[in-house]
Structure formats: C-alpha cells, structure tokens
C-alpha cells in the first residue's frame, strides 16, 4: 500500500487534493517512531507542565528545521554525510538508551533534563533526523515544493498530537518505550544503508509491517501498577496539545 502512495503522481495525474492527501497520509504513517522518540525525551523533564511546553517550543524550531530542509532538500540530496550524520544521530540516541542503567522496575530511560530549554535542541533536532527520512519520502510523492510544505505543515501537528499521546502511553505500557528506540534505530540503519547504497530501495510496506510488529509488541503488556489500579482505563484522556 505504501509503495503505491509512493506511484501517486502517476495514478492521479497531478491533483493537488489528492496529492495533499497521500503526503498526510505518509507523514502519519511514518511519525509514530519519531512521536514516541520526542515523548520519551520530554520525559525527561519531571513536571508535566514542562514536557508540554518543551513539545510545543521543540516542535515549532522542528518545523522551521523541517522547511529549511525542504526548500534545500535538493541541496541536501547530494550530499550523503547528511544521511549519515543523522544516522549516527539516531542510532546514538538507540545506544546512550539501552546503555542508561535501569530504574526500580529494571527499565531503561532517555535522557534527563534540568530545565525546558535543554530539552528543547535535542526535541528539534530528533525530529530534524527523523525529516531526512520522511522529507525524502514526501518528495518522491511530489515535487512541489508548496504541497511539500504543506503536507509537512499538517504532520508536524499530527505529530504534536501522537506525541501528547505517547506520553500518556508511555506510562501504562512497560514495553513501548523499549519498542519506540527499536524502531528508532531502523530508522537510523534505513538512513545509513540509503547513504551507502543509494540504489537499493528499501520498500515501505516492509519497513511500515515492521515498525507495526514491533510496536504491536510494545502495547502487548500493561504495567503492573495499572493493573492493580484499575482505575487509568477510567480516568478522563488527557488532551494531546496539553
């Protein structure tokens, strides 16, 4: 299904609401790892009031980090370093997760912070990674810069939403965040092999049927303590822009 978003240009003959719509699409698809990956950051500041403000700010320097990367994204093409810097981004953003010593309830961590504005850098520049992947994506769909744009402008919201989402997540699933830096290091590993080899083509489905699988096993299991408490299920569902 994924590959043929991918031929999109070339079913639809060039409709721009149609267009539009693929680029929603795929930026959805494709921004659960990057939404677990900035709420397991934001975790990293104690009070909720800031991992919220630490999103909202991250998230608006990640979209200007995310047009300038558009609007040079042909620029960017010819130089595989990029690829492989993000890469290496992400990849030790994997490492410095599973080397983290384990808590009380022998689970790993990101990283902490003792104030918003350190978070803030390593959110914009996460998701900044992340765009070099989804970027590349959404310009083989089109190459209008402006539904680029927009189609970009639409998933960074999205992307606050699944964010605000996964924080709550985050919290009553023991594995998911394991799953979240799984998958992040595909990404990692999908941005390397693409700068080593640019002609193999890795194919969406498979990547997507991958990352479903493992986050499949990442809400397998809830914690403990919401077990016994039975009452998180009950509780009212914090708002995602919270």
């Not at 492989?84 to 990101?110: C, I, M, N, P, R």
């Not at 606050?160 to 394991?178: K, Q, S, V």
Request: glycine content about 8%; hydrophobic content about 50%; charged content about 15%.
């Amino acid at each position: 299904m994924i590959d043929k978003l991918l031929d999109a240009p070339l079913a639809v003959g060039g409709s721009t609401p149609m267009l539009l719509l693929v680029l929603v699409a795929l930026e959805a698809v494709l921004s659960a790892d990057n939404a677990v990956a900035l709420a397991s950051i934001s975790q990293g500041l104690a009070d909720d009031k800031l991992r919220r403000q630490a999103l909202n700010i991250g998230l608006i320097l990640a979209y200007i980090l995310r047009m300038t990367l558009i609007l040079a994204a042909t620029w960017v093409a010819r130089y595989w370093q990029f690829q492989v810097l993000g890469a290496a981004y992400l990849l030790w953003l994997v490492y410095q997760y599973f080397s983290s010593k384990t808590d009380a309830d022998g689970e790993h961590h990101g990283p902490r912070f003792t104030s918003v504005w350190q978070a803030i850098p390593t959110i914009a520049i996460t998701d900044l990674a992340f765009s070099l992947d989804s970027v590349a994506t959404a310009i083989a769909v089109s190459t209008d810069t402006w539904l680029v744009i927009s189609g970009a402008t639409i998933g960074i919201i999205i992307l606050r939403f699944m964010a605000g989402l996964f924080i709550r997540w985050l919290d009553e699933y023991t594995h998911l965040e394991d799953a979240g830096y799984v998958t992040v290091g595909l990404v990692g590993l999908k941005l390397l092999v693409r700068a080593i080899y640019p002609e193999l083509e890795i194919p969406e489905v498979f990547v997507v049927a991958t990352i479903g699988i493992i986050f499949a096993w990442g809400f397998s299991q809830r914690k403990d303590s919401i077990l016994q408490g039975g009452g998180s299920t009950n509780e009212k569902l914090p708002d995602a822009g919270e």
